[in-house]
């Protein structure tokens, strides 16, 4: 039994060596041994916020819409023949969008133009009898047969007046006794004579006049009937025009819901056409800013699908009316948006400048991250020798500065390298604080 003891003794002492033994070998695998290198802490350059004046801005979203959206109708109702856009085209103004059958429109146009150079015929035809050339003003005593007329009145005229003077001559004579009494009844029917011509020539030329008077009559009875073929024309050419639907300004087609073949009336849509640039941001502004909202401040948006960018526009109408629920008012900001980045339905998130200034925080860009999945800015704080990751919200830049809204106090302490390789948390070392060329 003693044996025994002493074995069992003997074999608890070798597995405690045994387990000595391997926790010296563990702890020898856990120290850095002779040609290991240890984890080692990152040397990051460090960089203080800028706090400077700047101005007092208001925070608003809304929704981008089109500056112009035009449903394009036709003016006569026919079958589109041919539809030359597609949805995500852009047209230029008066770009031709579809074509009707204009086939009926082009006869009428054809019977208009053969009525128009009828009555054109016409006119020429009545002037011609009045000796009135076209664009001529009318004079009825240039007419030929009102020349005559009047140059025999004038004739007898002055047959009378020298038939009148010889009656009184003989009538002077005859009471002196120097000529005979027959001598002047001679002279006196000589007056008569003379009288009874001077009134047939003046009814004749008071009948010239008449006569081309009333020719000229005729003449603008024609021409009246030729401004009815000529709107005629007009009305027929504007017909034919209709036939072909054209843009009524440059944007993009956003729907085109017809197509070849298809019957159209005056109501039916062929096509909606965006105007984009410029394009217009309607924000929901709260009440409280009022009388602070003025058209031409500044407006800078960030859309979501552009992380980092700020879109610049201007204010410029602002609505007077406030809604009695959300207690917002709209305010109408337009953006050039030359490279059309911007389309309608985009939502938004601003900041309007309003007049008077406010502190605001400058980081340099080298200390920004923007993390592509999210679609979100980062910036590792460094406080108590460990960097903290934290999510701001940026706002506009100037020069190599970019300012931060929301995210960081004002006196943080951000690093400027080693940020791929940064973790929150991680422990670091200050290797010096770099410029910010503030």
């Known amino acids: ?28 695998s856990n120290t850095p041994a002779a040609g290991k290198a240890a984890v080692q802490t990152p ?8 706090a400077r004046d700047v101005s007092a801005t208001v925070q608003a979203t809304g929704s981008f819409v089109a500056q112009d959206s035009s449903d394009v109708a036709p003016n006569e109702a026919g079958i589109i023949v041919a539809t030359l856009v597609d949805v995500g085209d852009f047209v230029q103004q008066g770009q031709l969008i579809a074509k009707l059958d ?8 054809d019977q208009a133009r053969a009525a128009q150079q009828q009555a054109e015929a016409s006119v020429r035809q009545a002037q011609s009898k009045i000796g009135l050339g076209q664009n001529q003003a009318f004079d009825p005593s240039t007419v030929p047969e009102v020349l005559s007329a009047k140059a025999a009145y004038e004739s007898a005229l002055a047959q009378q007046r020298l038939a009148q003077a010889d009656a009184k001559r003989y009538e002077n004579l005859v009471n002196s006794g120097d000529v005979s009494r027959s001598a002047y009844d001679k002279a006196r029917t000589q007056v008569e004579t003379a009288d009874a011509q001077v009134n047939a020539s003046r009814q004749q030329y008071e009948g010239a006049l008449n006569t081309a008077r009333q020719n000229y ?57 965006l105007r984009v640039t410029p394009i217009k941001l309607e924000l929901q502004v709260p009440e409280l800013y009022a009388q602070q909202m003025k058209r031409g401040l500044s407006v800078g948006a960030s859309i979501t699908g552009y992380a980092g960018k700020v879109f610049q526009g201007t204010v410029t109408a602002i609505n007077p009316a406030v809604d009695p629920n959300s207690r917002t008012f709209v305010v109408e900001a337009t953006f050039a948006n030359g490279d059309v980045a911007l389309r309608p339905g985009m939502f938004a998130t601003a900041r309007i400048v309003l007049p008077g200034s406010t502190q605001g ?18 910036v590792f704080l460094i406080r108590d020798g460990k960097a903290r990751l934290a999510v701001v919200q940026i706002g506009e830049r100037d020069g190599d500065l970019v300012r931060i809204l929301t995210g960081i106090p004002a006196d943080a302490i951000l690093a400027t390298d080693h940020l791929q ?18």
Do not use: H, W
Request: with cysteine; glycine share 6%.
């Open 217 to 273: 009559q005729g003449v603008a009875t024609q021409e009246a009937s030729q401004l009815g073929t000529r709107a005629q024309l007009a009305l027929a050419e504007k017909v034919l025009a209709d036939a072909q639907i054209r843009a009524p300004f440059a944007g993009y087609v956003s729907a085109r819901p017809v197509t070849t073949g298809e019957y159209v009336s005056a109501s039916s849509k062929i096509a909606t056409v």
């Open 1 to 28: 039994m003693r044996n025994m003891g002493l074995k069992v003794f003997s074999t608890v002492l070798l597995a405690a060596a045994l387990a000595a033994c391997s926790r010296q070998e563990t702890s020898a």
């Open 102 to 109: 204009a086939r009926d429109a082009q006869l009428r146009l």
């Open 421 to 438: 390789e940064l973790y929150d948390g991680q422990s670091v070392k200050l290797a010096g604080t770099a410029s910010t060329g503030a």
């Open 361 to 378: 925080i400058f980081i340099p860009a080298s200390a920004l991250i923007t993390d592509a999945t999210t679609n979100s800015s980062q």
């Open 43 to 50: 040397a990051v350059t460090t960089v203080r916020v800028i």
